[in-house]
């Protein structure tokens, strides 16, 4: 089954990806941030992997700076996700992880998520 993806995940990759762009370029936090017309706050939030607070546009920004391309997929459950959600499911003893169980399930089959 492939790694469920978290928000802390993209994150973590996206900074990974800027820092070392940035290391390979010789740019530094504020050089960086003059390139993407932004302050070095909103820099530092991008490079901070726990900081998952950020928008399509500056995304794109720190992307298009850098030389990166990002892309999404997506893209229904397939059955074999479908069939381990429901086995996690059944054996849940915390209501709220049955709960945000039942939701992705539900998501996933109706093809909601």
Known sequence: MPKLTTARTLKSELAGALKQRM????????????Q???????????????NTAI????LARAAEVAGLEISFTVRQ?????????A????VSKSP???????????AGFYGQA
């Open 23 to 34: 290391a390979s370029s010789n740019l530094d936090v504020s050089s960086f941030a003059k």
């Open 36 to 50: 993407m017309q932004t302050s070095r706050s909103a820099v530092r939030r991008l490079l901070d992997t726990n």
């Open 55 to 58: 928008t399509i546009h500056t």
């Open 77 to 85: 459950k397939s059955p074999a996700e479908l069939t381990d959600l």
């Open 87 to 90: 086995r996690q499911l059944a």
């Open 96 to 106: 709220a992880k049955a709960a945000l169980l039942k939701k992705r399930l539900v």
